[in-house]
């Protein structure tokens, strides 16, 4: 099949390199045959795990990178000095034009520095912002910035909401998206100086759907399509989120388990309950998009097993058949 869509997979990075890395990318392989994958990483290693499986030999490649950047390692000047590790390596790939897409567990220090660096964002694109889905009570709703802009400026802020509204429409499908600011209140004389200067810029944006300020606590709701934050508010909310997620299955769990009674209801309620927790497993949403490059990275959580790697894949197949960098550079350029 032609035109494949092409995608250069960190095999090293992570905590469960190579082996949930390596299935994860064979298990989309299997998934779509819209994929041709190219695993970059010590080569012995990658091929002795791509020997556990059986798959189409014509859509894998193996790119030999002889270096591993480490998540403790200073990002700059491992991308400088580390030029055959399989972050630099994969990321040249998609620089180059050889490769539509970049998908890694590894170093998120090290991603965001390459992504800027290597990649290069999209003529009039300010800040390059992560953007992970997560699930709310209406499905999902779009998180930008969780991670990669600490001290954003109001100018950033807007074209995050304009990056998410691009993203929500084309890859999920969600008309005219509902965006919001994340503020300590709904009033608009409410929140900190970026928030307050921001506000009126959002509201003003005709090219958004805004719907005001969006509280914490609102956000499960799924109040908002697009939530807008820079990044230090934004990774407080994605990691509490998680935190809770995770504690509410322990306590679930052991309640069903505390008794007899409790087993027997547990029993009763699995097909449901199963199906409500994997509407909130945020593996099956796959990793969070850089958006505003010229190329798609996706970065996947450092302790990813191979369905959150599969997904974060998958993710770029739809991203390039949507042509979404296309679309979210069209969006940028009408600001001028």
């Known amino acids: 099949m032609a035109d494949f869509v092409r995608v250069a997979v960190d095999a090293m990075g992570g905590d469960n390199a190579p082996f949930e890395i390596v299935k994860g990318a064979i298990e989309a392989l299997q998934e779509s045959d819209r994929l041709k994958i190219f695993l970059v990483g010590k ?13 189409d030999a014509d859509r894998v490649e193996v790119v030999n990178a002889e270096e591993v950047i480490e998540m403790a390692e200073p990002p700059v000047m491992a991308i400088r000095t580390k030029k055959d590790s399989s972050i630099v390596k994969a990321m040249f790939l998609v620089k180059h034009g050889e490769c539509d897409a970049y998908v890694s567990a590894g170093s998120t220090g090290a991603t965001l520095v390459g992504g800027q660096v290597i990649i290069g964002r999209i003529k009039g694109v300010e800040r390059s912002p992560l953007a992970p889905l997560i699930p709310t009570q209406n499905g999902v709703s779009l998180l930008i910035d969780c991670g990669a802009n600490v001290d954003a400026r109001p100018s950033h802020l807007v074209q995050f909401a304009k990056m998410g509204s691009v993203y929500m429409e084309n890859f999920c499908g969600v008309k005219n998206p509902k965006v919001g600011i994340v503020n300590i209140g709904a009033e608009e004389e409410k929140g900190n100086a970026l928030v307050k200067e921001t506000f009126p810029l959002l509201k003003n944006c005709p090219e958004i759907n805004f719907i005001g300020s969006v509280e914490a606590r609102d956000i499960p709701l799924g109040v908002a399509d697009v939530i807008v934050c820079e990044a230090f508010t934004g990774n407080v909310v994605l990691k ?4 809770v997620a995770t504690t509410l299955l322990k306590v679930v769990k052991q309640g069903l388990m505390s008794n007899l009674r409790a087993k027997i209801g547990g ?16 593996d ?19 302790s990813a097993k191979s369905v959150e790697v599969k997904n974060s894949i998958l993710q770029c197949v739809t991203f390039t058949e949507q042509n979404i960098a296309e679309k979210i550079k069209e969006s940028i350029t009408s600001e001028s």
């Not at 509490?240 to 935190?243: A, H, I, N, R």
């Not at 010229?294 to 450092?302: A, N, R, S």
């Open 240 to 243: 509490m989120y998680e935190g």
């Open 284 to 302: 099956q949403y796959g990793g969070a998009p850089m958006l505003g490059l010229t190329g798609l990275v996706v970065k996947t959580h450092g």
């Open 43 to 55: 080569e012995q290693v990658v091929k002795d795990e791509l020997s556990k499986y059986t798959y």
């Open 267 to 282: 029993l009763l309620i699995k097909p449901t309950l199963k199906k409500v927790l994997k509407d909130y497993d945020m």
